[in-house]
């Protein structure tokens, strides 16, 4: 519910959203479940081309996403290479070589094929350092699948490492996709059935889920974990193998383990926190928001829109749909000002600088992603478990003590949460 103060003196239309979206809020019935689940059983995929005709807009809105344009084939898309590839002296190769561009935002890496199987080059462009480095999962202290694979990167096949969430429809045994990229399919299923007959009842949609399912269409390829079953068929996963919408992820996926206070590893900070890129699933279900039932598309349209990680609004206009001055939800000050200690409208006074600090690896330098714990990281914590704190990450010539000692002067931050003693203010 919107972050009123006083519902009953709101003067806009916002009530009147909120009456209109609650109507939408009827779940499917027992019946409709069941139809659902008989349609996308004996449905199959038909590319997300065939739902521009219904649904031209979406498609359109979706076409420039980083959904739809995680693998990129350079001889269909000659702007796909991002770098001069004649400034690459790390590991020379041509265009020719290069199957797939993988990547766009980050960092940018180049699969070649061979046979049936598609390998990455042992290169990859920073796009945001504007360099050529090595590629190279090191066989050790790294991703869990690396000892189970020889170290050349020629032997190691994208189709168990990365396809199954770069794809719609990945068949492990023929090592065919029904669409590469992260399609309309992906989400709402085989969609042969509603292509021919378009009602609800045929076609998935996440919106209509509870929230563990819901979410969990995300969380497949947005966590790191493993299989459940793992080799399969002499093959180790790094995707849930087998699940598709509509199912439990649960039952096909474990999200990688931690346990609180154990030093910082290439997953977790000590506090659970995730430490590297693709963990924001990790991170989302230990938070509040989860527990309260919040989902990934309440903030994300994956659909695509013109906010930075395709939110619904910029950031900090979202977080006060639900959060605002004096709301039971918090914060509980009169402005936001207050709550902060920044000038509104400064960075500082950005929702996610405090609650989701850029602290999350995507593994080339200066490249850093927003924690989804949606917890504020104290700087009692980097004291004690060396996490960063959103403080002392921005202010850099300062240091924790300096940051709790001036936090210890604001009236409305509990000492508890702080991490100190009030007998020693």
Request: net charge negative; glycine share 6%; hydrophobic share 30%.
């Amino acid at each position: 519910m919107p972050a009123w103060g006083n519902p009953h003196q709101v003067q806009n239309d916002d009530s009147w959203k909120l009456v209109l979206y609650i109507r939408s809020l009827r779940p499917l019935t027992k019946q409709e479940h069941l139809q659902q689940a008989q349609a996308s059983a004996s449905a199959h995929y038909v590319g997300s081309q065939a739902c521009e005709k219904c649904h031209a807009e979406i498609y359109e809105h979706w076409q420039k996403t980083p959904m739809a344009n995680t693998i990129r084939d350079p001889s269909r898309h000659p702007d796909a290479i991002i770098p001069d590839l004649a400034t690459n002296n790390v590991y020379k190769f041509s265009k020719d070589q290069v199957a797939f561009v993988y990547g766009r935002i980050w960092k940018q890496r180049y699969f070649t094929k061979v046979g049936d199987d598609y390998f990455p080059l042992p290169v990859q462009w920073e796009v945001v350092n504007k360099k050529w480095s090595k590629y190279q999962v090191p066989p050790t202290e790294g991703d869990w699948w690396a000892p189970f694979y020889p170290g050349d990167n020629m032997h190691r096949p994208t189709g168990p490492l990365c396809d199954g969430c770069h794809s719609v429809g990945y068949d492990i045994r023929t090592k065919q996709v029904a669409e590469w990229n992260v399609g309309c399919e992906r989400c709402h299923g085989p969609g042969s059935e509603h292509l021919a007959h378009p009602t609800r009842d045929n076609t998935l949609n996440p919106a209509h889920m509870n929230y563990v399912e819901a979410s969990d269409t995300c969380i497949q390829c947005h966590s790191q974990g493993q299989p459940l079953s793992n080799p399969i068929e002499g093959k180790y996963y790094d995707w849930p193998v087998d699940y598709h919408v509509g199912l439990k992820l649960a039952d096909y996926w474990t999200l990688e383990d931690h346990t609180l206070g154990e030093p910082e590893n290439f997953f977790y900070f000590p506090d659970g926190t995730a430490h590297k890129n693709r963990m924001q699933g990790n991170d989302f279900v230990q938070s509040v928001m989860y527990r309260r039932g919040v989902t990934c598309f309440d903030c994300h349209d994956v659909h695509g829109t013109s906010n930075y990680a395709e939110l619904r609004k910029p950031a900090s206009a979202l977080c006060l749909d639900c959060h605002g001055p004096s709301s039971p939800n918090g914060p509980r000050t009169a402005t936001i000002e207050e709550h902060t200690h920044h000038k509104e409208g400064s960075a500082g006074s950005q929702c996610i600088a405090c609650h989701m600090p850029a602290i999350e690896t995507e593994g080339p330098a200066n490249t850093m992603v927003h924690a989804h714990t949606f917890r504020f990281i104290t700087p009692a914590m980097t004291e004690k478990y060396n996490i960063p704190n959103p403080c002392t990450s921005s202010h850099t010539d300062k240091t924790s003590a300096w940051a709790n000692n001036a936090m210890r002067r604001w009236n409305e931050s509990s000492p508890w949460r702080l991490g100190q003693n009030p007998a020693s203010n």
